[in-house]
C-alpha cells in the first residue's frame, strides 16, 4: 500500500508539473481568425530583401521587397537622442564599419554612416514607413540589447499606432511583449525565440527559458517566431500540437528549406534567396478571402 502510495503521489507531482508547464507556455488563445489573416499572406523578407547593393535594412531593401511582393521584417533601435532607427546589430562595426554603438550615437551622427560600402544610409522608422506606406505587411522586431528597454515599446507604438498597412510586433524580450499586451491589445504580438543547445552552443538560465517558451506567462503571444534551425525543441512542439498558435519560420535559407517547412509553420520569414512560394501563398490567401 505504501509503495502504491508513493506511485499514485509520483503520477500526482508529475501531473501537476505538466498542467504548470502547459499553462507558462500556453499563447494568446483569444484572438480572431480573420485578425490575423492580413499578415499571413505572403513570405517576409528578413531585413528586406537584401544583396551587395541593396544592404539589409535599408530604403534599397524594402523597395525591393516591394516590388517583389513580400512581407518585410525589420529591426528597430534608438539613438542616444531618442530617434528610432532600423539597424539590427547594436553596433556599427559589422555594416558600416565604425566599431561604435549606436545607442550612444546622435542621429546626425548615424546619418553619415554608409551601409556595406554603398550610398545607402541607416533609415528612421518614419523613412522607411514612408516608403512602404501600407503596400506590403511588417514585423517589426523591437531590439532588447540597448538601454532603453521596454521603454522603446511604447515609443514604437507611438510612430506604429497611426500607420494604415497590417503590422506584427516581435521581441525577443517577454517584457516588451507584455508591454503590448498591457498597453496596446489590439496590435498583434510575437514572441521570438530559439533553442541555441541545438545550434551546440550553451545556454544561460534566461536563454533556456527563452528557448522553452516559459516566459510566455508574461507576454501570451499571438504568435512564436521561432528558429528553424531549432524547432525540434520539446516545448515549441507542444505548443504548435496543443494550442495550434500561428507560427513563423525564422531565418530560411534556401528555396528547399522553405518547401520543407510549409506545413510546420504558417508564416516564413527568409534570406538569402529569393523563394518562389510567395506568389502561390498570395494566390491562396486571396481566394480564402473572396
Same mark, same amino acid.
Given at each position: 500500500?505504501?509503495?502504491?502510495?508513493?506511485?499514485?503521489?509520483?503520477?500526482?507531482?508529475?501531473?501537476?508539473?505538466?498542467?504548470?508547464?502547459?499553462?507558462?507556455?500556453?499563447?494568446?488563445?483569444?484572438?480572431?481568425?480573420?485578425?490575423?489573416?492580413?499578415?499571413?499572406?505572403?513570405?517576409?523578407?528578413?531585413?528586406?530583401?537584401?544583396?551587395?547593393?541593396?544592404?539589409?535594412? *535599408?530604403?534599397?531593401?524594402?523597395?525591393?521587397?516591394?516590388?517583389?511582393?513580400?512581407?518585410?521584417?525589420?529591426?528597430?533601435?534608438?539613438?542616444?537622442?531618442?530617434?528610432?532607427?532600423?539597424?539590427?546589430?547594436?553596433?556599427?562595426?559589422?555594416?558600416?564599419?565604425?566599431?561604435?554603438?549606436?545607442?550612444?550615437?546622435?542621429?546626425?551622427?548615424?546619418?553619415?554612416?554608409?551601409?556595406?560600402?554603398?550610398?545607402?544610409?541607416?533609415?528612421?522608422?518614419?523613412?522607411?514607413?514612408?516608403?512602404?506606406?501600407? *503596400?506590403?505587411?511588417?514585423?517589426?522586431?523591437?531590439?532588447?540589447?540597448?538601454?532603453?528597454?521596454?521603454?522603446?515599446?511604447?515609443?514604437?507604438?507611438?510612430?506604429?499606432?497611426?500607420?494604415?498597412?497590417?503590422?506584427?510586433?516581435? *521581441?525577443?524580450?517577454?517584457?516588451?511583449?507584455?508591454?503590448?499586451?498591457?498597453?496596446?491589445?489590439?496590435?498583434?504580438?510575437?514572441?521570438?525565440?530559439?533553442?541555441?543547445?541545438?545550434?551546440?552552443?550553451?545556454?544561460?538560465?534566461?536563454?533556456?527559458?527563452?528557448?522553452?517558451?516559459?516566459?510566455?506567462?508574461?507576454?501570451?503571444?499571438?504568435?512564436?517566431?521561432?528558429?528553424?534551425?531549432?524547432?525540434?525543441?520539446?516545448?515549441?512542439?507542444?505548443?504548435?500540437?496543443?494550442?495550434?498558435?500561428?507560427?513563423?519560420?525564422?531565418?530560411?535559407?534556401?528555396?528547399?528549406?522553405?518547401?520543407?517547412?510549409?506545413?510546420?509553420?504558417?508564416?516564413?520569414?527568409?534570406?538569402?534567396?529569393?523563394?518562389?512560394?510567395?506568389?502561390?501563398?498570395?494566390?491562396?490567401?486571396?481566394?480564402?478571402?473572396?
Amino acid at each position: 500500500m505504501n509503495g502504491l502510495s508513493i506511485w499514485m503521489g509520483a503520477v500526482c507531482v508529475l501531473a501537476l508539473l505538466g498542467m504548470l508547464h502547459l499553462f507558462l507556455i500556453a499563447p494568446n488563445t483569444k484572438r480572431k481568425a480573420r485578425e490575423m489573416r492580413p499578415v499571413k499572406t505572403v513570405l517576409y523578407a528578413h531585413r528586406g530583401l537584401h544583396d551587395g547593393s541593396a544592404p539589409e535594412n *535599408s530604403l534599397a531593401a524594402f523597395r525591393r521587397a516591394m516590388e517583389k511582393g513580400c512581407g518585410i521584417e525589420w529591426d528597430v533601435r534608438s539613438t542616444r537622442d531618442g530617434e528610432l532607427i532600423i539597424h539590427h546589430d547594436p553596433s556599427a562595426l559589422r555594416l558600416c564599419g565604425v566599431d561604435h554603438p549606436l545607442g550612444e550615437m546622435t542621429l546626425e551622427e548615424v546619418r553619415q554612416l554608409r551601409l556595406a560600402g554603398t550610398d545607402e544610409g541607416i533609415p528612421t522608422l518614419a523613412e522607411a514607413l514612408a516608403l512602404v506606406d501600407g *503596400s506590403v505587411p511588417l514585423i517589426v522586431e523591437i531590439k532588447h540589447d540597448q538601454p532603453l528597454g521596454v521603454a522603446l515599446a511604447g515609443r514604437v507604438y507611438d510612430q506604429m499606432k497611426d500607420y494604415a498597412g497590417p503590422w506584427w510586433m516581435e *521581441s525577443f524580450d517577454p517584457r516588451i511583449v507584455r508591454w503590448f499586451r498591457r498597453h496596446a491589445p489590439e496590435v498583434i504580438r510575437g514572441q521570438l525565440a530559439y533553442d541555441p543547445r541545438r545550434l551546440g552552443k550553451k545556454r544561460t538560465l534566461m536563454e533556456t527559458l527563452g528557448a522553452h517558451l516559459l516566459m510566455n506567462v508574461l507576454s501570451r503571444p499571438d504568435f512564436v517566431a521561432y528558429g528553424c534551425k531549432t524547432s525540434r525543441n520539446y516545448s515549441f512542439r507542444v505548443l504548435r500540437r496543443l494550442f495550434h498558435p500561428v507560427t513563423a519560420a525564422w531565418t530560411v535559407d534556401s528555396q528547399e528549406e522553405s518547401q520543407r517547412l510549409r506545413s510546420q509553420f504558417d508564416v516564413q520569414i527568409f534570406e538569402g534567396f529569393e523563394p518562389d512560394l510567395h506568389q502561390i501563398w498570395n494566390r491562396e490567401e486571396k481566394e480564402k478571402l473572396s
